[in-house]
């Protein structure tokens, strides 16, 4: 699935937002909100209702941390590379 936007588009968003952080001394943010995520890396899931978090580090580099379930839609809808999986049970 491709993304909805240039990667162009999304670097500027990930530039500003580390500039942000910068500017207020953040070595990094937690992202809850899956419309945050989408804005940030086009994720796009119904996976909203449950638990899953973006890590933003200061240097602009990410880590998803979801369910296994999905992890496909998160390979497929984002620009994520670093993804982290738990099962259910």
Known sequence: MA??????????????LTLKMEE?????????????M???TGY????FCFFQCLVV???GSMVLMTR????RQARHTSNIENI???TDR
Request: proline residues 2%; charged residues 35%; hydrophobic residues 50%.
């Open 84 to 86: 982290v999986v738990w």
């Open 68 to 71: 296994s379930a999905d992890l």
């Open 44 to 47: 796009d899931t119904f996976g």
């Open 24 to 36: 207020e001394k953040l070595d990094a943010l937690l992202l809850f909100a899956q419309e945050s």
């Open 38 to 40: 989408y804005w940030l």
């Open 57 to 59: 580090k200061a240097d």
């Open 3 to 16: 993304l909805h936007f240039e990667p162009e588009e999304f670097a500027a968003r990930r530039d500003r």
